[in-house]
């Protein structure tokens, strides 16, 4: 027999055995005992017997709606089930369902929750596979409205700029981020001793064996990058694959949660920061675990981040960052067309380390995050503030933001916006916090730096007076992971401007 045979064969003896074994996954009515193989046949029985239109309501929720959408609704409608409510008299909307408590299961191994692509409809209202219903959208949606490249899976570039061996190291070689972690760990030991962690994003590991070695009774490693299997390989060779296991996925995948079960954990530890803070927005998913695995009086570690802002006001170093000083005199030919260009232009949000002499005033703490108590809701606001230029400026040039990060033990009480992070535990305060501001040691967070245009920043200034600003932070439409900030500002004598600019 030759080998297009044998596979012919091959192929034709699993339709024999598949046909055999025929699927018998089954999917519980949302408010009854009965079974069905089929979720349209479950839906149908729904509105006929129940007289509640599972695929209407699915529409009501609007265009917003999305898979996480759709398990929220199922486990909450479980959860009203369990509660003998009349499924009549059930009304659902974005709000009913916008805690993330029902992202965890209501009905343990819900064979619904694995086939959501059934209940997501296209523009017509019946039931599509998710692929087919985001190709209908794309081709429905007007000539004279921006398309979402369905090409670019934003989330899979995230997961697969994580995988490798150099961002990793430029993490852990930033000893201010890796020892503010661990002597928080090693110094208040017996917060971490018996208890099980969840470390959200593990990347390598290090946190999670700082954890163990802690004494850890327990602790879940999660990360949806293939560095999962580094971590893995990692935490056996220094022994603690008994205390800690790894998992591969994202922290809000059902299949997540069923590996970690229904106990909640004591602690959940994660380096979430990004670039102004939140960029690439994965505290996300971190307040998505607290909800669904933390005690009730659990831990988060950190504890508190605030944002800090300053005007910049130094020509000669703008100068340098956007690239003027070159382009100005290529080999005796004026380039200034290229001017503002590189990492500090008129479109982007620059990430540098900006001296501390260039800074044109004192700082304002504008925003604190408590991530017991924050919402991913709230991680877009605007804010008012203000900062006192110095008495030299005359003119302003940007703004530079960066973030402080804090450790605090349960129990303290502490407006973080007030700490002086540089002095923070020097004075035998409990807790451990640093600082990625100009004037701190230098971290892989840098500052984040928005640049103004140059007709803001020929617009005169008095020195010593008080700068207004009002400071926006938006995700970007279709971009969870990228961020708009603007910050309006108005001076005495009513001088004033805005600059917004995007990290993407």
Same mark, same amino acid.
């Given at each position: 027999?030759?080998d297009s ?15 055999? =074994? ?17 979720? %349209? ?37 479980r959860?009203?089930? $369990? ?14 369902i916008a805690s993330?408590?029902?992202? $965890? ?9 694995? =086939? ?14 998710y692929?087919?219903?985001?190709a ?33 190291r ?20 017996? !917060? ?16 999670? !064996? ?24 990692? /935490?056996?060779k ?29 602690v ?28 009730e009086d659990?831990l ?17 170093? /703008?100068?340098?960052s ?6 100005k ?10 001017i503002?260009?590189?990492? !500090? ?9 900006v001296?501390?002499?260039? !800074?044109?005033?004192?700082?304002a ?44 033990p349960?129990g303290?009480?502490?407006d ?6 540089s ?11 640093? %600082?990625?501001?100009p ?5 892989h ?9 140059? =007709? ?5 200034v ?9 400071? %926006?932070?938006r995700k970007?439409?279709?971009?969870d ?5 603007? /910050? ?17």
């Open positions: 027999m030759s045979d044998s596979d012919v064969a091959s192929s034709a003896g699993s339709i024999i055995e598949d046909m055999s =074994e025929p699927d018998t996954t089954t999917f519980k009515c949302l408010f009854c005992e009965q079974q069905f193989g089929r979720i %349209s046949e479950m839906t149908t029985h729904c509105r006929s017997e129940h007289g509640f239109d599972v695929e209407g309501t699915i529409k009501n929720l609007g265009p917003e709606a999305d898979e996480l959408t759709v398990i929220k609704l199922i486990n909450f409608l959860a009203e089930a $369990q509660r003998n409510t009349d499924p009549k008299s059930i009304k659902v909307d974005a709000e009913t993330d408590k029902y992202l $965890q299961p209501t009905l343990e191994d819900d064979a619904l929750l694995f =086939e959501l692509g059934d209940l997501m409809p296209d523009a017509d209202g019946k039931a599509v596979d692929d087919e219903f985001e209908a959208l794309q081709k429905n949606i007007g000539q004279d409205v921006e398309k979402i490249d369905l090409s670019h899976d934003r989330d899979t570039d995230y997961f697969e700029s994580y995988k490798g061996n150099g961002i990793h430029e993490m852990i070689e930033d000893r201010v981020r890796t020892e503010g972690y661990r002597d928080f760990i090693e110094k208040n030991a017996e !917060l971490f001793a018996g208890k099980v962690v969840l470390d959200v994003g593990c990347g390598t590991g290090i946190l999670s !064996l700082f954890c163990a070695r802690a004494g850890a009774k327990k602790v879940f490693a999660v990360d949806n990058s293939d560095i999962a299997n580094r971590a893995r390989q990692n /935490i056996k220094n022994g603690y694959e008994g205390k800690i296991e790894v998992i591969q996925g994202k922290i809000e995948d059902f299949n997540t949660q069923q590996l970690i079960g229904k106990e909640k954990v004591d959940i530890i994660s380096e979430w920061m990004g670039y102004g803070l939140l960029f690439e927005g994965m505290l996300d998913s971190v307040l998505r675990a607290r909800d669904l695995y933390l005690k659990g988060m570690v950190p504890s508190h981040c605030t944002m800090v802002a300053a005007p910049i006001a130094d020509k000669d170093w /703008i100068a340098e956007t690239g003027e000083k070159f382009w005199d290529v080999y005796g030919f004026d380039f200034s067309s290229m503002p260009g590189g990492n !500090l232009n008129d479109r982007d949000i620059g990430v540098f380390d001296p501390p002499q260039s !800074l044109g005033g004192s700082s703490g504008f925003y604190q995050l408590d991530l017991r108590k924050i919402m991913v809701k709230e991680l877009d606001f605007t804010v008012s503030t203000s900062v006192t230029l110095g008495s030299n400026v005359s003119s302003i040039d940007g703004f530079a933001i960066w973030f402080d990060t804090f450790f605090l349960p303290k009480s502490q973080a916006l007030q700490i002086d992070v002095a923070w535990g020097k004075n035998g305060e409990p807790g451990v916090g640093f %600082s990625t501001g004037s701190s040691t230098a971290t967070w840098h500052q984040a730096v928005l640049l103004l245009d140059d =007709e803001d920043r020929k617009k005169e008095k020195g010593g007076s008080t700068l207004k600003l009002s400071i %926006s932070y970007v439409k279709r971009d992971r990228g961020i708009d900030v603007m /910050i309006a500002w108005e001076g005495e004598g009513a001088v004033s401007g805005s600059v917004k600019r995007t990290m993407a």
